[in-house]
């Protein structure tokens, strides 16, 4: 227990390098500092089924390749990136591909249908997005951070971060609009 305690408040590449060297405790430790991060970011980009599965192999992959972790960028960054591999991979060998999420969601209660219908919009619009903008979103919104931590998970500055980020949105609302006027008119056609 004293040991858990003083891992705690070591920094991820104190933690890293302990876990390098072997110490479960330390990648433990890390694990559970991450894990909201990576189970948000997961759970944005995939389907609820697989969010637990996929959860699951980022960090058997980051216990596999922890060797290979060199810390050229944060504990975090690296996770993450392991994290866009996996979730790769989730629609790689299940032959899916995240645009043909269908956009009419029937569901026993008719007002809820919209909730889905903008939900499975938000996603199809997200991935169409560049990924410097995907992330800085993702990471406001799935992760919760404020624009200081943005910046810092980005290693740009404050006003970067805000800028980038109001042209995320930007951008992310021009894509809803146009994937909108696309279901309208498809479904005027049908």
Same mark, same amino acid.
């Given at each position: 227990?004293?040991?858990?305690?003083?891992?705690?408040?070591?920094?991820?590449?104190?933690?890293? $390098?302990?876990?390098?060297?072997?110490?479960?405790?330390?990648?433990?430790?890390?694990?559970?500092?991450?894990?909201?991060?990576?189970?948000?970011?997961?759970? /944005?980009?995939?389907?609820? $089924?697989?969010?637990?599965?996929?959860?699951?192999?980022?960090?058997?992959? /980051?216990?596999? @390749?922890?060797? #290979?972790?060199?810390?050229?960028? @944060?504990?975090?960054?690296?996770? !993450? &990136?392991?994290?866009?591999?996996?979730?790769?991979?989730?629609?790689?060998?299940?032959?899916?591909?995240?645009?043909?999420?269908? !956009?009419?969601?029937?569901? &026993?209660?008719?007002?809820? #249908?919209?909730?889905?219908?903008?939900?499975?919009?938000?996603?199809?619009? !997200?991935?169409?997005?560049?990924?410097?903008?995907?992330?800085?979103? !993702?990471?406001?919104?799935?992760?919760?951070?404020?624009?200081?931590?943005?910046?810092?998970?980005?290693?740009? &500055?404050?006003?970067?971060?805000? #800028?980038?980020?109001?042209?995320?949105?930007?951008?992310?609302?021009?894509?809803? $609009?146009?994937?909108?006027?696309?279901?309208?008119?498809?479904?005027?056609? &049908?």
């Amino acid at each position: 227990m004293k040991k858990i305690k003083a891992f705690e408040a070591l920094s991820d590449k104190a933690l890293v $390098e302990k876990a390098q060297g072997g110490d479960r405790t330390a990648f433990d430790i890390l694990c559970d500092r991450h894990l909201d991060s990576v189970y948000n970011r997961v759970r /944005a980009k995939i389907p609820p $089924e697989g969010v637990e599965d996929v959860t699951q192999n980022v960090f058997v992959a /980051a216990v596999r @390749s922890l060797d #290979s972790y060199r810390g050229d960028s @944060s504990f975090r960054t690296w996770l !993450l &990136s392991i994290a866009r591999y996996k979730i790769a991979d989730y629609y790689r060998h299940r032959d899916r591909r995240p645009d043909t999420v269908p !956009l009419k969601y029937q569901d &026993s209660n008719p007002g809820r #249908s919209d909730i889905w219908e903008d939900r499975i919009l938000v996603r199809v619009a !997200l991935r169409q997005l560049p990924d410097h903008y995907q992330e800085i979103l !993702l990471l406001r919104f799935a992760e919760g951070l404020k624009f200081k931590q943005i910046a810092k998970a980005l290693d740009i &500055s404050l006003d970067a971060a805000k #800028s980038r980020y109001r042209r995320a949105v930007a951008k992310m609302a021009d894509v809803i $609009e146009n994937e909108r006027e696309a279901i309208g008119e498809g479904s005027r056609s &049908s």
